[in-house]
């Protein structure tokens, strides 16, 4: 089950964007909610390159009106089409209710104009944030990542020969897969909170946020400035919780996600939590580009000491990439599952070897 609003693409946006993709001369299209429809309202042509047709584009957002703007890039697929920029802009000013509708809708917009036209995407809920300026950061936070090794290229390769593959024998029409279980909306505060996480250490405000669900909503629980040594203290003992945490270590800082499921808990809440956390994930990277280091989870917030913290995070950031087609394709490989998390040991056990960090899939 999938929350959408139920909010579909008119005809008119329909063929607007198809024109713009038939033609190539388009290099922008506005899109807002009109009257539960999805309209474009506003367009700029294609005069000369993306910089310097980008200066255009800011002026589509206004200081408390939330919209989607898509952008016709310079650079071509393998079919020789123009690829697309997706933008997201939802002001914090803007009411509340517009930023469920265009946090809910964005999905359904890009599956109903095709997915495979667009091949990047930047959220963001100030202008600076998408201008040119914001644009050229988040391009440089992508190519930020670690240097990949010889094999690791190889993996990359193989990886997106089999996706072109698949793209190939299904066509461009058919529907992506998409993470399995439950997906729910992120409250306006939520997304704030975990924004906030994106900053620098001396511009945020908290280094932990702790979520939960409430009416099929995620809803904010708490976000603070968290010690390592009092993240078990601070979570809920007696609720499950979905945790995002910048744990600091060797110099740096690195996201971890924590999700959290006491024994205690009742059967519906482990089933609902459990089916989606996944999806948590995947909305904090989708709507505000945060990437996960390392997921965790536990049924005692006692085992989540500063030393166990520290091990699995050192573990993950100086073994080969765990995230992006490369480490999944490393953990397919090496025969661990794909999407387990790492459960810390209960006191008084003996900890496993050091290559074996993952546990078996949860019962809950």
Same mark, same amino acid.
């Given at each position: 089950m999938s929350h959408q609003s139920g909010i579909q693409v008119s005809e008119d946006l329909a063929k607007t964007f198809a024109d713009a993709v038939a033609t190539g001369n388009t290099r922008s299209i506005r899109i807002s909610i009109v009257n539960e429809s999805l309209e474009a309202t506003g367009t700029t042509p294609v005069e000369s390159s993306l910089e310097q047709d980008y200066t255009k584009?800011? /002026?589509?957002?206004?200081? $408390?009106?939330?919209?989607?703007? %898509?952008?016709?890039?310079?650079?071509?697929?393998?079919?020789?089409?123009y690829n697309w920029l997706f933008l997201c802009y939802v002001p914090d000013?803007?009411?509340?209710? /517009?930023?469920?509708?265009? $946090?809910?809708?964005?999905?359904? %917009?890009?599956?109903?104009?095709?997915?495979?036209?667009?091949?990047?995407?930047?959220?963001g809920t100030a202008e600076s944030e998408l201008n040119w300026d914001g644009y050229k950061k988040h391009l440089a936070h992508k190519k930020a990542d670690a240097p990949l090794t010889q094999r690791e290229r190889e993996l990359a390769e193989i990886k997106l020969a089999e996706a072109k593959a698949v793209s190939d024998y299904q066509g461009t029409t058919t529907r992506k897969t998409f993470a399995p279980g439950l997906t729910f909306p992120m409250a306006d505060n939520v997304l704030e909170a975990l924004g906030d996480l994106k900053k620098s250490k001396d511009d945020r405000a908290h280094n932990f946020v702790s979520l939960y669900l409430e009416k099929e909503t995620i809803e904010l629980d708490k976000a603070a400035n968290v010690p390592a040594n009092q993240v078990h203290s601070t979570l809920a003992a007696d609720a499950p919780r979905f945790t995002f945490y910048l744990l600091e270590h060797n110099g740096t800082e690195s996201l971890v996600f924590i999700y959290t499921c006491p024994s205690s808990s009742k059967i519906r809440e482990r089933m609902l939590y459990s089916s989606s956390k996944a999806n948590v994930i995947n909305a904090a990277d989708s709507q505000l580009d945060l990437k996960v280091v390392k997921k965790l989870e536990t049924s005692d917030i006692a085992d989540l000491t500063e030393e166990y913290l520290v091990e699995e995070v050192s573990s993950a950031t100086n073994a080969a990439p765990a995230q992006g087609i490369v480490g999944q394709r490393v953990q397919m490989l090496s025969g661990q599952r794909q999407g387990q998390f790492s459960r810390p040991m209960a006191p008084g056990r003996r900890r496993p070897v050091a290559n074996t960090t993952t546990a078996p899939a949860s019962q809950d």
């Open positions: 584009i800011t /002026d589509f957002f206004e200081p $408390a009106t939330p919209a989607y703007v %898509l952008v016709r890039l310079d650079e071509k697929d393998t079919k020789g089409g000013n803007a009411k509340v209710r /517009d930023k469920m509708l265009y $946090a809910s809708t964005r999905a359904s %917009l890009t599956k109903s104009l095709g997915d495979s036209h667009f091949t990047d995407s930047v959220y």
